[in-house]
């Protein structure tokens, strides 16, 4: 199977290097594959980035995951300006940078992202409002006591509606609750949110979120959303809040390998979410070189750029194949020099799981990714 797609990559690449310049003025950019960048060379000669190929009209916004010290470095606002029409912020929407100490709100790292974006005329997609992780533990507490379920409810209400009013026509699309489902046998994942509050909290974030700014789209999120045990109780918590008029889409994160996932799982899900008739979004996707936690870091040879571009041209066929249903794909990180895959799951490991490496420059996968 890789076998044989590395020999088409490689006919690919050997056909590139015969086919003549590439044109990159503008008016060609949406045209034929074979008239976009094949190599380094061409890229450096153009303007054009994937934002341009993928543009929103005929395929979807596409977007980054940054921390607001990205807007102060010359080369990655280029990068980012190049290639993106979407961002995201990275950690500073979350609750704990948010809402750190209850009725206390900062939101000076998140306003930035936002500022940028505007200037730029890019879109915003908040990330996000109710999650397990990053979260503050006074939302739980009532002095040393556990917090009632009432409180935790009304607090989550207060924090959503806060955060969407600030954000009221800047942010157009929210990833309202993120994760709450489990990995293994139970439905839930056994949270603060869920131990105090059952399944409540979930519904009663997104009916907050509604009511908090109609206009903005309201998604739900998660991982390993293509795994089809986890698939079918994600789908059934998107049913009931479909009956509701609660939610416009699913987002999933997209945190992949060069292996996994099949393709196959990739469209069942995608089928499945889409029937509800709701948008769908990749929302976090990197491609790690690594299969397993148990595999010892590595160089980024040749070899594994090859497998990285196989992998990310079976998914982005797969987007392509689903472009009137996927609104968004987002990366949750610009270069290799920066992502959260060197911390985890194995801590210290170096990854290199997007199409521009340490320098800013693409990679093989991504001249895969716009030539099509
Ligand atoms: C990650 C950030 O990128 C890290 O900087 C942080 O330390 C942990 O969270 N799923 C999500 C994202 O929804 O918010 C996570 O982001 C990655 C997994």
Same mark, same amino acid.
């Given at each position: 199977?890789?076998?044989?797609?590395?020999?088409?990559?490689?006919?690919?690449?050997?056909?590139?290097?015969?086919?003549?310049?590439?044109?990159?003025?503008?008016?060609?950019?949406?045209?034929?594959?074979?008239?976009?960048?094949?190599?380094?060379?061409?890229?450096?000669?153009?303007?054009?980035?994937?934002?341009?190929?993928?543009?929103?009209?005929?395929?979807?916004?596409?977007?980054?995951?940054?921390?607001?010290?990205?807007?102060?470095?010359?080369?990655?606002?280029?990068?980012?300006?190049?290639?993106?029409?979407?961002?995201?912020?990275?950690?500073?929407?979350?609750?704990?940078?948010?809402?750190?100490?209850?009725?206390?709100?900062?939101?000076?790292?998140?306003?930035?992202?936002?500022?940028?974006?505007?200037?730029?005329?890019?879109?915003?997609?908040?990330?996000?409002?109710?999650?397990?992780?990053?979260?503050?533990?006074?939302?739980?507490?009532?002095?040393?006591?556990?917090?009632?379920?009432?409180?935790?409810?009304?607090?989550?209400?207060?924090?959503?509606?806060?955060?969407?009013?600030?954000?009221?026509?800047?942010?157009?699309?929210?990833?309202?609750?993120?994760?709450?489902?489990?990995?293994?046998?139970?439905?839930?994942?056994?949270?603060?949110?869920?131990?105090?509050?059952?399944?409540?909290?979930?519904?009663?974030?997104?009916?907050?979120?509604?009511?908090?700014?109609?206009?903005?789209?309201?998604?739900? /999120?998660?991982? +390993?959303? #293509?795994?089809?045990?986890?698939?079918?109780?994600? =789908?059934?918590? !998107?049913? $009931?809040?479909?009956?509701?008029?609660?939610?416009?889409?699913?987002?999933?994160?997209?945190?992949?390998?060069?292996?996994?996932?099949?393709?196959?799982?990739?469209?069942?899900?995608?089928?499945?979410?889409?029937?509800?008739?709701?948008?769908?979004?990749?929302?976090?996707?990197?491609?790690?070189?690594?299969?397993?936690?148990?595999?010892?870091?590595?160089?980024?040879?040749?070899?594994?750029?090859?497998?990285?571009?196989?992998?990310?041209?079976?998914?982005?066929?797969?987007?392509?194949?689903?472009? /009137?249903?996927? +609104?968004? #794909?987002?990366?949750?990180?610009?270069?290799?020099? =920066?992502?959260? !895959?060197? $911390?985890?799951?194995?801590?210290?490991?170096?990854?290199?799981?997007?199409?521009?490496?340490?320098?800013?420059?693409?990679?093989?996968?991504?001249?895969?990714?716009?030539?099509?």
């Amino acid at each position: 199977m890789l076998r044989k797609s590395k020999i088409k990559l490689f006919i690919f690449i050997v056909l590139w290097t015969f086919c003549g310049d590439a044109s990159c003025n503008k008016d060609d950019s949406t045209t034929e594959g074979n008239e976009r960048p094949k190599n380094i060379d061409e890229y450096n000669q153009c303007n054009e980035g994937l934002k341009d190929y993928y543009t929103p009209d005929d395929y979807f916004y596409m977007g980054v995951a940054i921390p607001p010290s990205f807007i102060n470095n010359q080369e990655k606002i280029n990068l980012i300006k190049r290639h993106f029409n979407s961002l995201t912020a990275d950690n500073s929407m979350k609750w704990s940078s948010l809402q750190p100490t209850e009725g206390n709100f900062d939101f000076t790292d998140a306003d930035k992202i936002v500022a940028f974006a505007q200037t730029n005329g890019m879109k915003v997609r908040g990330h996000t409002l109710c999650w397990h992780n990053q979260v503050p533990e006074w939302i739980f507490k009532n002095g040393e006591e556990t917090a009632s379920k009432e409180q935790v409810l009304n607090r989550l209400r207060t924090h959503i509606t806060t955060v969407m009013t600030h954000f009221k026509g800047k942010v157009c699309a929210w990833d309202v609750v993120n994760e709450v489902i489990d990995d293994g046998s139970s439905i839930y994942r056994s949270s603060q949110w869920y131990n105090i509050c059952g399944e409540d909290y979930i519904f009663e974030a997104f009916r907050a979120a509604r009511a908090a700014d109609p206009d903005a789209k309201l998604f739900y /999120n998660d991982y +390993t959303a #293509i795994d089809p045990a986890k698939r079918d109780k994600i =789908y059934d918590l !998107l049913v $009931k809040l479909k009956a509701e008029d609660l939610v416009d889409g699913m987002g999933l994160q997209g945190h992949w390998n060069i292996e996994y996932p099949p393709t196959s799982l990739i469209i069942q899900a995608f089928d499945k979410y889409k029937s509800l008739g709701l948008e769908l979004q990749i929302t976090e996707l990197d491609v790690s070189v690594y299969t397993s936690n148990s595999e010892p870091e590595s160089l980024y040879t040749s070899d594994l750029a090859l497998k990285q571009a196989v992998a990310y041209e079976r998914f982005f066929i797969a987007f392509r194949n689903y472009k /009137n249903n996927i +609104t968004g #794909i987002t990366f949750w990180g610009l270069a290799d020099n =920066y992502s959260w !895959l060197d $911390k985890f799951p194995v801590a210290g490991r170096k990854n290199y799981p997007f199409l521009f490496d340490e320098n800013y420059k693409p990679q093989k996968a991504y001249f895969v990714v716009i030539n099509f």
